[in-house]
């Protein structure tokens, strides 16, 4: 996710970094014995790096401890500049995932981020790592809503560094070539690049509070579950007939989308686009302002009809029902993952959400994949009180923008919800986002996650590929992948969750297609752009994201994403 910037000046990077005055890695660190077992929460922020830190938001399971980082004393002769800052190793609460935020969203900051950690099961301090410090080409499009929000904070890329109660870090900038006139004539000299503006190292708690569990049923081959006993359950949001625009006197606000889908792809290719089409926002506080709740429990009126059990709603809430229930034409409310279907109850199920907007070509021969099981936010123990309430959709999904999360190798697949519920923590928390910025997530092992709340069978407007995010998806990897290879389990699950979701409006994988730009470093605003139907990051944004290697993976998930839509 580093940006590839040009500059008017010559950049160039320390040969080495300022070193604290701290023991070595390896050196034993004695803790002090815990005043209390008692886990604090929420999200605390200290005035400075020694003032003990209280909770003050109670928004659990998990918490964030925000630290200021301070000016570091570095030894000159090791390639310090007095401009470093950081903290000295010390003693914190427990946390797993980690980054560093700043106050102003658009600055850049140019220089080496490197913490060390301690495990909570160890005395040995870890290696220094890198964080990816180029983070500002995920997130939502420019003059939104989400991005005018005033909350929204420069960033990091998050680091997953398993449980850990000790932490140091330093931030060294990278030095910028001037040119000066002097009496003496022209001279060029080395100067430290600014570091922004209130720095603070985040360590997040991801939680380890699961929900009560509740049961997707085996995979079907149809699209509606065997009756259990009935709950009230609310409809989900529909986008098409529920949609309430921002400001419908202002031209430029996030508008409803009420024509009808254009014909699909039928050639790799197709015509740019006259206009933009506008993301809507549908409110959905809890449920009833989208929907209504009946006695049978019914989904959204285009979907099956969903009953389940009471025990299984049991203590949600409006939140959590909320998100839930945007995905009971999927499965019941209260479901921890949504199960995977075969083709034929795949189409099946396609002419039940999308009867309306299918064409007469789609409807003889729908090209759509069997719809992979996807864990939903429920099942990897979301706390649905972090987000913004409302759900936020875009008129349909046309490609999928492919991204990693550069927040390292080291999990295990058993972590993997773990590692997503503190980037959902870091990205709203940390960051300012409304949710998490991703529509999925998949692991190591394969696995798929729902992302940003709103339905995964819904074109919900994410925050991950900053000028692209209207009509459009974004899959994030669990991992780094610009020297590490993403394994076949990862690319197989890519290429299955494609060829369902852009099956689902009618793209084909291996097409190409027209996005009109929002604003970026690599495309002006207002310009359409011709673009891989899937595409990774720095297709659209001048970016290593996702990395090298996955991003050498495209070429064979796009033929097999096709391939499983019978192309």
């Not at 004393?73 to 914190?92: I, K, N, S, Y």
């Not at 495990?119 to 983070?135: I, L």
């Not at 603070?200 to 380890?208: A, F, I, K, Y």
């Not at 449920?287 to 203590?315: D, F, I, K, L, M």
């Amino acid at each position: 996710m580093r940006g590839l910037l040009a500059t008017s000046i010559g950049v160039t990077c320390a040969a080495a970094l300022a070193l604290p005055l701290t023991p070595p890695a390896d050196a034993a660190t004695v803790r002090p014995a815990p005043a209390t077992k008692t886990v604090p929460t929420g999200t605390t922020r200290a005035t400075s790096p020694d003032t003990p830190t209280t909770p003050t938001l109670p928004d659990l399971p998990g918490s964030t401890q925000s630290l200021p980082l301070t000016s570091l004393t570095g030894d000159r002769a090791l390639g310090g500049t007095g401009a470093d800052q950081g903290l000295p190793r010390r003693d914190v609460r427990h946390f797993s995932l980690l980054g560093v935020v700043w106050d102003d969203p658009a600055a850049e900051l140019h220089g080496r981020v490197q913490v060390r950690t301690r495990p909570a099961d160890s005395a040995a301090w870890s290696d220094w790592q890198d964080v990816e410090t180029h983070n500002a080409d995920h997130g939502a499009d420019p003059e939104t809503s989400e991005s005018a929000s005033g909350r929204v904070r420069g960033a990091t890329a998050p680091l997953w560094v398993g449980d850990s109660d000790g932490v140091e870090i330093r931030v060294h900038p990278d030095t910028e070539s001037r040119t000066e006139e002097t009496g003496r004539g022209t001279r060029t000299r080395s100067v430290a690049a600014l570091l922004p503006s209130g720095l603070r190292l985040e360590l997040v708690d991801p939680g380890s509070a699961t929900p009560a569990h509740v049961p997707a049923g085996p995979p079907r081959t149809g699209a509606t579950p065997p009756d259990t006993t009935a709950l009230d359950t609310p409809d989900a949001p529909d986008p098409a007939t529920e949609n309430t625009p921002q400001n419908p006197t202002d031209p430029d606000a996030e508008t409803p989308e009420t024509a009808p889908e254009t014909a699909p792809e039928t050639a790799p290719e197709t015509a740019p686009e006259p206009a933009p089409e506008p993301a809507s926002e549908t409110g959905s506080e809890t449920g009833s302002e989208t929907g209504s709740e009946t006695a049978s429990g019914t989904s959204s009126a285009s979907g099956p009809s969903v009953s389940v059990s009471a025990s299984a709603t049991t203590g949600m809430s409006a939140e959590t029902r909320a998100a839930s229930a945007a995905n009971t034409p999927l499965a019941p409310l209260g479901a921890t993952e949504i199960p995977a279907l075969d083709r034929p109850g795949t189409e099946r199920e396609l002419f039940s959400l999308r009867a309306a907007e299918l064409t007469e070509a789609q409807r003889a021969k729908p090209y759509i994949g069997p719809r992979p099981s996807i864990v939903t936010r429920r099942g990897w123990g979301a706390d649905e009180n972090l987000r913004e309430k409302r759900f936020v959709y875009t008129t349909k999904v046309k490609a999928a923008f492919v991204h990693h999360t550069a927040s390292g190798n080291s999990y295990k697949c058993s972590q993997a919800a773990s590692v997503i519920r503190g980037i959902y923590r870091y990205h709203v928390k940390s960051m300012g986002w409304r949710d998490i910025g991703y529509n999925f997530l998949v692991d190591k092992c394969g696995k798929i996650y729902e992302g940003r709340a709103g339905g995964v069978a819904k074109p919900v407007l994410g925050a991950h590929t900053l000028g692209f995010n209207t009509n459009s998806m974004g899959i994030a990897v669990l991992g780094t992948f610009t020297s590490a290879k993403p394994n076949s389990a990862t690319v197989n699950a890519v290429a299955r969750l494609t060829a369902w979701k852009l099956g689902l409006f009618g793209a084909n994988p291996k097409g190409k297609t027209y996005l009109k730009s929002a604003g970026g470093n690599l495309y002006a605003k207002g310009k359409n752009v011709r673009l891989n139907v899937i595409s990774g990051h720095r297709d659209g944004f001048a970016t290593e994201c996702p990395g090298k290697q996955l991003y050498g993976k495209l070429g064979s998930a796009r033929s097999t994403s096709a391939s499983y839509q019978g192309r």
